[in-house]
Each structure stands twice: as C-alpha cells, then as structure tokens.
T-cell receptor
Framework: SAVISQKPSRDICQRGTSLTIQCQVDSQVTMMFWYRQQPGQSLTLIATANQGSEATYESGFVIDKFPISRPNLTFSTLTVSNMSPEDSSIYLCSCFLWDLTGSSYEQYFGPGTRLTVT | SQQGEEDPQALSIQEGENATMNCSYKTSINNLQWYRQNSGRGLVHLIL?????REKHSGRLRVTLDTSKKSSSLLITASRAADTASYFCATLNFGNEKLTFGTGTRLTIIP
C-alpha cells in the first residue's frame, strides 16, 4: 500500500497570487497524478507527473497555469499560478501501485488540498 | 475526457436498508473501480473489478460489471450511518494508466 500526504491541507489565497502544493508518497512510484475537484463535482485529471521528464497535461490544462515538478520518485509539487476564484477547488495527488501479480493495481489518493481564492 | 455517468446523483435511505448505485461508461476498459469520499476529503479505494470479471464481493459491498452494456453497479448491504459519503466509479482504459471518474452519487444514510 501507499500513504500519501499533502501540504497544505487548505489555504485561502488572494486573486493573482500563486500556491504550491506538495505531495509526498511513502513508496517510490513511477507516475504521480494531479486531480482537481471543483465544488460539488467529480475529479478531473490535470496532469501526470513523470520523474525525470516534463509532466503530461490533459486537455484544458497548461503548464503555465499549473507547473509541476517531480524531482524524485516519492515527491511532486503542483503550483496553481495567477489564481482566480474559478481555481477554488480541492487538489488531490495520486499514485498507483501494482499488486504482486502485476495484473492489477490500486490507486491511492492524498487527503487533498482545499483551495479558496478570494 | 470521457466521463462516466452515475445514477442516481443523490440517494437517501434508512439505516439498515440496501443502497444501489449505478455507473455507465463509454469505452472499452481494463478495469473499473469504486471509491468513497467523505465530505470533500481524499478518496478511499473500495473495490476493483477487472473487465473479465462479472461480480465481486468485499464485506458489505457487491460490485457487478456488464461489459456488454458498459455498466457497473455497487450494492451496499445493511447500510450504516458511517456509509454516508459520495461514491465514484472510475474506469481504467486500455493503453494508459489514467483513471476516468464518473459524476458520483451522494449517499445519505438516515439513522
């Protein structure tokens, strides 16, 4: 199994500023994922954070707005840049681990960072 | 992204009753997973069912998968107040390791 921690757990930020969210996994993992969950909505994948290469962004998300770092196999950061009230969401990081048979995996999620932009 | 649909969007039942939630998806999948989320917190993985499986049990949870109809159901038996949460299905498609989440069902158990 994997335990994921995120910092901060919540923050209230002013419009136009940036916030960096940290994600720490207690196991080495190949891929880490960043999701956004807008109020009352489901989860939407922002990007896949690959160690040693640039993150892969989903449609509608760009590196200038959500720069991601992945310096090693247990850590990643997501920055929400030049924030507006529309960025108010829960941001979750995630990873998956294959089971011992290598035929299926379980995906683990951090507790989330609740961001409010005023 | 192709997001699955879940129904109902919200469900309220008495404690002790069974709760059934349904999920439909659009593309061929490798597996389908169900998650629980309490009050906007992190997600908890409940159960995974592979595309070649039809039914799976875990405690009070029963999941079915019908790949011909591209649908799945989650049954929670003998519900408890602690089961109050949002439940999401998520599919893993062939060729990538990215989960696509459904719209979710908000389940409320009335004591």
């Amino acid at each position: 199994s994997a335990v994921i921690s995120q910092k901060p757990s919540r923050d209230i930020c002013q419009r136009g500023t940036s916030l960096t969210i940290q994600c720490q996994v207690d196991s080495q993992v190949t891929m880490m994922f960043w999701y956004r969950q807008q109020p009352g909505q489901s989860l939407t994948l922002i990007a896949t954070a690959n160690q040693g290469s640039e993150a892969t962004y989903e449609s509608g998300f760009v590196i200038d707005k959500f720069p991601i770092s992945r310096p090693n196999l247990t850590f990643s950061t997501l920055t929400v840049s030049n924030m507006s009230p529309e960025d108010s969401s829960i941001y979750l990081c995630s990873c998956f681990l294959w089971d011992l048979t290598g035929s299926s995996y379980e995906q683990y999620f951090g507790p989330g960072t609740r961001l409010t932009v005023t | 992204s192709q997001q699955g649909e879940e129904d109902p969007q919200a469900l309220s039942i008495q404690e002790g009753e069974n709760a059934t939630m349904n999920c439909s998806y659009k593309t061929s999948i490798n597996n389908l997973q169900w998650y629980r989320q309490n009050s906007g917190r992190g997600l908890v993985h409940l159960i995974l069912i592979r595309s070649n499986e039809r039914e799976k049990h875990s405690g009070r949870l029963r999941v079915t998968l019908d790949t011909s109809k591209k649908s799945s159901s989650l049954l929670i038996t003998a519900s408890r107040a602690a089961d109050t949460a949002s439940y999401f299905c998520a599919t893993l498609n062939f060729g990538n390791e990215k989960l696509t989440f459904g719209t979710g069902t908000r389940l409320t158990i009335i004591p």
